[in-house]
């Protein structure tokens, strides 16, 4: 793997770890990560602070929240009994109540003379308030703490501060009170949630109201905390690993953090920047041991290392920095297997030698001369011998190229093809005579002489692609084995021709479209009158750079490729209006329509030719559709069927080609054909052949005994013409008669052929 992708990817990993730790993606993460943490190294809080919970037990049995003021006091009053050090209110009094109840309030606290009350300013961005104080008489007899705490997106609290700016003045948070430790306004410090929360000491409300025996015991010098414990009076945030915990709780475990020492927040760019050297030594390391050191000692960092941090109050956090490693590892891991996976796709597997997906990598120029060496029998060879032979085959086929490669990478590809680069000097005629003649000695495999059949094909360079190149060394290989040649150059004005057969269908519908394509008519001459009676329609393409395109040529291939449909309509339709054309005048003309087989197969044939005569008014006597005997000899039900329902229309049904397959005559006897089409092969030499004679008089005889009438395509001479009346055939058609010409050609043969027989 390249140094430079090596750089992009530790560069990228970075990135994408950098926006998750600024955008505090991996806090989630994070937190069940640190949860996993504090379960190992959980421990039980100092027991100097105890929470006076107003739960819902105390509100059962004192009343429904708010408590009148002289609740409070009567709190105050119990707990300065009860010997404790400090009374903290995390609860708010920033509204008057009933005089009396804050007289009385007042009175306790000055008596006690040691109580602490909540107040918080906007700094902290909690809920909808700027500020709420203790009113000012309340205010005048206590101390103020900050309760100000910042949560996240989930309400979720993970730091607290050491105290608050609230109306210009530094105030000590609860949690710092409570430890007596003094800080910075708005610095905040980690809370330590290995603390178990459970074990905090706590006492009901209610209780301390009913001042049971012992009490005093419980409480003596320590600092309480009257706080919310109860769900529905608010004040729920999220601890990770807690659950919900009301923010009195949250306040007591930053104030038990602080009592362990002042924990240290290095954030995430201290670890990220830890973990982006030990990625980058890992990637770029030239020793392994160096690159895999380093992974062990990210992997350590991720690991073992908080955990020893957090046990001594340094905390920081670790998924930006994970996420950068665990990219950098995956993605080394993902580009070596690409790259491996690659070399191996690039090798046979059982010579070892570079194949044609390796050749086509390379950065061959394009006026490098391509030489392809095709064994043609090697997969005959290859299945008789076992791999080790097999081997020792390629390894005598690739010395005896080396000779003529001299020098250059020999590439292996599959079914004995070798190719390699050469130049115009080198892959000369005459060297691959040279290197033919190398394969005229038989190969020795196992005691065995093998003779070896090559033939060598050649490129000699062009613009195309090299892909393009190597089928281009393939296909001359292959030409000169036809030809019987040694080797052959490609031709590249093979390439124009390869180009508009690959384009030939998509031209055909726009052909049609444009007219480019037209249809011929053939006449056909009835043998009794000698009158011109009807004609063979046949689809023509004159292409306006090609000239004329032969219909076996796109004819076969739209049958090939499912796209006849058009095309058949198309002649149908201009068949059929043709006829009508002539019947408009009083001039009966038969049309005859060659049907592909693959529409037989398929609904909507007899409805397109019902539709196509009601719309031009023919008789449908006056229609012909011709299918080819083999087509009626491996025509399935459904085609019988569809030859069925159009000879009940009236149309006539031709077998054409007659006498080119191998139909039985009981086949001959189900095809509901009207007529019968016999070959040209049979007519061409009638006159001089006494079998096909023979073979012609049987089929009109059989036809006839049938009620079909006959045609004979093909005619060419006067002699059969005569040959043909003797034998009693209905119709001829041929080049003797006419060629096929378009439709005003026929118009005027047709129109003067009427004439004459009237006169």
């Not at 100092?46 to 929240?65: A, F, K, M, N, T």
């Not at 007591?252 to 240290?264: A, F, H, N």
């Not at 058009?566 to 009083?586: G, M, W």
Request: proline share 4%; hydrophobic share 45%; with cysteine.
């Amino acid at each position: 793997m390249r140094p430079t992708s090596r750089v992009k990817i530790l560069l990228w990993a970075f990135g994408v770890a950098f926006v998750t730790g600024l955008l505090g993606l991996g806090l989630p993460i994070e937190d069940y990560y640190r949860m996993a943490r504090n379960a190992m190294r959980a421990h039980p809080p100092s027991g100097d602070i105890v929470v006076i919970g107003i739960d819902d037990r105390s509100l059962e049995q004192v009343g429904s929240w708010p408590w009148p003021r002289t609740r409070h006091a009567e709190l105050v009053d119990r707990l300065k009994a009860a010997g404790v050090k400090r009374i903290f209110f995390d609860i708010f009094f920033n509204s008057p109540a009933h005089r009396g109840e804050d007289r009385a309030f007042v009175d306790a606290m000055k008596r006690a003379g040691n109580v602490y009350l909540a107040g918080y300013s906007a700094t902290a961005r909690v809920g909808g308030f700027s500020e709420k104080l203790p009113i000012p008489p309340l205010r005048a007899v206590s101390r103020l703490v900050s309760v100000n705490v910042r949560y996240s997106g989930t309400m979720s609290v993970r730091t607290l501060p050491y105290a608050s700016n609230i109306r210009g003045v530094t105030t000590s948070s609860l949690a710092a009170t409570l430890a007596n430790v003094a800080g910075p306004a708005d610095i905040q410090f980690p809370i330590d949630y290995a603390i178990d929360i459970e074990r905090l000491p706590t006492v009901n409300a209610a209780e301390v109201l009913a001042g049971p025996p012992g009490l005093a015991e419980r409480l003596r010098g320590k600092d309480v905390v009257i706080a919310a414990a109860s769900q529905e009076m608010g004040d729920v945030y999220y601890v990770p690993g807690q659950g919900q915990v009301n923010g009195g709780f949250i306040n007591v475990l930053g104030g038990e953090t602080l009592k362990e020492g002042r924990p240290i927040d290095l954030g995430w760019l201290p670890a990220l920047g830890i973990g982006l050297l030990l990625a980058a030594i890992n990637l770029l390391a030239r020793r392994r041991w160096v690159g895999r050191l380093a992974l062990a000692a990210a992997a350590l960092g991720v690991t073992i290392v908080p955990c020893i941090a957090e046990m001594n109050l340094i905390f920081f956090q670790v998924i930006p920095a994970a996420l950068l490693v665990g990219i950098v590892v995956v993605s080394h891991a993902w580009a070596k297997f690409r790259q491996s996976y690659k070399v191996r796709g690039n090798i046979n597997a059982l010579s070892g030698l570079p194949n044609l997906n390796a050749l086509r990598g390379e950065n061959v120029p394009s006026d490098a001369v391509l030489v392809a060496a095709r064994v043609r029998n090697f997969a005959e060879i290859s299945s008789a011998l076992p791999p080790e032979s097999e081997r020792a085959l390629i390894n005598q086929i690739v010395s005896r190229l080396a000779l003529g490669a001299r020098g250059a990478r020999i590439y292996q590809g599959d079914e004995g093809i070798f190719v390699w680069t050469s130049n115009a000097e080198i892959a000369g005629a005459d060297q691959l005579e040279a290197l033919h003649a190398l394969f005229r000695s038989p190969a020795l495999i196992d005691g065995r002489a093998v003779d070896l059949a090559v033939t060598f094909g050649v490129d000699a360079g062009s613009n195309r692609s090299l892909a393009n190149r190597i089928a281009a060394t393939l296909v001359a290989a292959d030409e000169a084995a036809a030809e019987g040649l040694r080797w052959k150059a490609y031709d590249p004005a093979k390439l124009a021709d390869a180009e508009w057969k690959l384009s030939l269908l998509g031209r055909l519908d726009a052909a049609i479209d444009s007219g480019e394509i037209w249809v011929a008519y053939q006449p056909q001459l009835d043998l009794a009158s000698g009158r011109i009676v009807g004609a063979e329609a046949l689809v023509r393409w004159s292409h306006p750079e090609k000239g004329e395109v032969s219909p076996q040529e796109f004819v076969l291939a739209a049958e090939q490729h499912h796209r006849i449909d058009k095309l058949t309509e198309f002649v149908l339709s201009d068949a059929i209006k043709t006829a009508a054309s002539f019947a408009a005048r009083n001039v009966e003309l038969d049309v005859a329509v060659n049907i592909s087989a693959r529409l037989l197969e398929k609904p909507g044939l007899v409805s397109l030719v019902r539709r196509l005569l009601a719309e031009a008014r023919l008789a449908p006597e006056r229609l012909t559709l011709e299918v080819t005997e083999s087509a009626a000899m491996t025509s399935g039900r459904a085609s019988i069927r569809t030859l069925e329902e159009i000879g009940s229309l009236g149309i006539n049904v031709s077998i054409d080609d007659y006498g080119t397959g191998f139909s039985t005559l009981e086949y001959f006897k189900r095809i509901p054909a009207t007529e019968v089409k016999i070959d040209r092969s049979f007519i061409a030499s009638l006159d001089r052949n006494a079998s096909d004679r023979v073979m012609v008089r049987s089929t009109i005889e059989l036809a006839h005994s049938l009620g079909r009438s006959v045609v004979a395509e093909g005619v060419e001479s006067r002699e059969v013409l005569t040959e043909l009346t003797k034998l009693g055939c209905d119709r001829a058609q041929g080049y003797l008669i006419g060629r096929p010409m378009k439709l005003m050609g026929l118009t005027k043969l047709l129109l003067e052929d009427h004439k004459s027989s009237a006169a």
